[in-house]
Antibody, heavy 120, light 110 residues
């Protein structure tokens, strides 16, 4: 079955850029949408953005100026870059499958999440 | 885009039914049949419980059901069990190809 695994630094300094990668195993990254979702400690879920395997992206308007999502189909990975970090960006970051040509549009498979702390 | 509106908390006794509401706008819940619901236990990733408003993924108990009327979607859990105690989030597709979550509802099984 398809599994997702996030990887990246757990601690990043303010003003720096966060880089996270999600590795998809057990299935192909092609033909589907892939997303990043974050959750500040003790708070709710926030959609960050998504990317189609072709490279088409959509971002949360509140984060759009700071977010870039990219995909590498040869490695079965997609990535998130979030710039100009502040303490408010401290959160658990999840990657998730959004669906695609033969699946409904819903976040049906999630990674375990990776905690990112923004602090000097 | 603003978060969908959910009650902060609901509670019920084992065996009872509860309903969690999720209110959006004419540009998200009211316009698309793409509302989903997630269950999240402490320190766990969210789990898809309902998609496209009322459909259940394989393996999800039929005690969970979803519906929608206008700009409000609802999740009903019947025959409450202790294991249902968790946070629940709704999510909807919105205009401009974006997605928005609700603020979350803490379900307590008394």
């Amino acid at each position: 079955q398809v599994q997702l695994q996030e990887s990246g630094p757990g601690l990043v300094k303010p003003s720096e850029t966060l880089s996270l990668t999600c590795t998809v195993s057990g299935g192909s990254i092609s033909s589907y949408y892939w997303s990043w979702i974050r959750q500040p400690p003790g708070k709710g879920l926030e959609w960050v953005g998504h990317i189609y395997y072709s490279g088409t992206t959509s971002y949360n308007p509140s984060l759009k100026s700071r977010v870039t999502i990219s995909i590498d189909t040869s490695k079965n990975q997609f990535s998130l870059k979030l710039s100009s970090l502040t303490a408010a960006d401290t959160a658990i970051f999840y990657c998730a499958r959004l669906g695609g040509w033969d699946l409904p549009l819903a976040f049906d498979i999630w990674g375990q999440g990776t905690m990112v702390t923004v602090s000097s | 885009q603003s978060a969908l509106t959910q009650p902060a908390s609901v509670s019920g006794s084992p065996g009872q039914s509860i309903t969690i509401s999720c209110t959006g706008t004419s540009t998200d819940v009211g316009s698309y049949n793409l509302v989903s619901w997630f269950q999240q236990h402490p320190d766990k990733a969210p789990k898809l419980m309902i998609y496209e408003g009322a459909k259940r993924p394989s393996g999800i108990s039929n005690r969970f059901s979803g519906s929608k009327s206008g700009k409000t979607a609802s999740l009903t859990i019947s025959g409450l069990q202790a294991e249902d105690e968790a946070d629940y989030y709704c999510c909807s597709f919105g205009s401009s190809g974006t997605w928005v979550f609700g603020g979350g509802t803490r379900l307590t099984v008394l």
